[in-house]
Nanobody, 115 residues
């Protein structure tokens, strides 16, 4: 089974940027979509961004215009570029690989945003 490993998290000041990476142990081309989710303290996990196998992206309204998700099928990598971060973005960010009927999750990477 493909495993996902996120990296790139860390403390950042409000207004700053981070680029999260997700490395897959196998081909991501087999999946219908790849996604980034986040879970803030005390909150439910929420979808942040998703990219289809064809490269189409969708974002939650809260991050539109500031976050950009991309994928590199040759490297089996997906990325989340996060700009103009605010404290509300503080969360654990998870990478997912999705097919009909099941999904695979990474272990998450923490992104604390200080005010």
């Amino acid at each position: 089974q493909v495993q996902l490993v996120e990296s790139g998290g860390g403390l950042v000041q409000a207004g700053g940027s981070l680029r999260l990476s997700c490395a897959a142990s196998g081909s991501i081309s087999r999946f219908n979509a790849m996604g980034w989710y986040r879970q803030a303290p005390g909150n439910l996990r929420e979808l942040v961004a998703v990219i289809s196998s064809g490269g189409s992206t969708n974002y939650v309204d809260a991050v539109k215009g500031r976050f950009t998700m991309s994928r590199d099928n040759a490297k089996n990598m997906v990325y989340l570029q996060m700009n103009s971060l605010n404290p509300e973005a503080t969360a654990v960010y998870y990478c997912t690989a999705e097919r009909v009927g099941y999904s695979i999750w990474g272990q998450g990477t923490q992104v604390p945003v200080s005010s």
